[in-house]
């Protein structure tokens, strides 16, 4: 079974553009969290989709969106990049066949540079 | 205080030593408790996950949960050069309802070098 995929792995934006990450979830897997991770903070929860419907969101600004799509897939978007939105962004797909569990399983993330 | 806590580190062992990786939560809400393996340059790995008070082995790997002192803790037993890596701690309430959706709290890691 392929795991998860992003793209694009890597991005260079200058500050004040905005950027579109996308995330393909394990076939079958319904439910996406997006994850910010830098090296002061670690990694930080941004939000969770499920059957297109954002249910959870971390503390970050609205400059950072989701959306998830009929087939899963989400993407999410940063608007007004700020020099401070450097960082390894990662989704995770999770089954939830079981909910208790929440094993999310981690795509290889998009290394994004903001000059 | 932090949600998750993990020791400091880095932690250096011997190669064929066991590693001992620690980590407190605060919220005592928190039912499941993963750890992943990150290498440098890539992305978080699944390692092992533990929802009952007591031991859990998988391997060369032993999780322990004890939710009464909120501590949660990885053994590595034979350690390997290539086990070396930032090993990070991880817990959800899993409260349906709740604000705990898809969310996982994650400890600043644990940074392990085994060397031969």
């Known amino acids: 079974k392929a795991g998860v995929t992003q793209t694009p792995r890597y991005l260079i934006k200058t500050r004040g553009q905005q950027v579109t990450l996308s995330c393909s979830p394990i076939?079958?897997?319904?439910?996406v969290s997006w994850y910010q991770q830098t090296p002061g903070q670690g990694l930080q929860f941004l939000f969770e989709?499920?059957?297109?419907?954002?249910?959870n969101k971390g503390n970050f600004p609205g400059r950072f969106s989701g959306r998830q799509f009929s087939n899963s897939r989400s993407e999410m978007n940063v608007s007004t990049l700020e020099l401070g939105d450097s960082a390894l962004y990662l989704c995770?797909?999770?089954?939830?066949?079981?909910?208790?569990?929440?094993?999310?399983?981690f795509g290889p993330g998009t290394r994004l540079t903001v000059l | 205080q932090k949600e998750v806590e993990q020791n400091s580190g880095p932690l250096s062992v011997p190669e064929g030593a066991i590693a001992s990786l620690n980590c407190t939560y605060s919220?005592?809400?928190?039912?499941?408790f993963f750890w992943y393996r990150q290498y440098s340059g890539k992305s978080p790995e699944l390692i092992m996950f533990?929802?009952?008070?007591g031991d859990k082995e998988d391997g060369r790997f032993t999780a322990q949960l004890n939710k009464a002192s909120q501590y949660v803790s990885l053994l590595i037993r034979d350690s390997q050069p290539s086990d070396s890596a930032t090993y990070l701690c991880?817990?959800?309430?899993?409260?349906?309802?709740?604000?705990?959706?898809?969310?996982?709290?994650f400890g600043q890691g644990t940074i392990l070098t085994v060397h031969p």
């Open positions: 995770a797909s999770s089954s939830i066949l079981d909910p208790f569990y929440n094993e999310q399983f």
């Open positions: 076939s079958g897997h319904r439910s």
């Open positions: 991880a817990v959800n309430r899993n409260i349906a309802g709740g604000t705990s959706y898809g969310k996982l709290t």
């Open positions: 989709y499920f059957s297109e419907t954002q249910r």
């Open positions: 533990i929802y009952s008070n």
């Open positions: 919220d005592r809400g928190s039912q499941s």
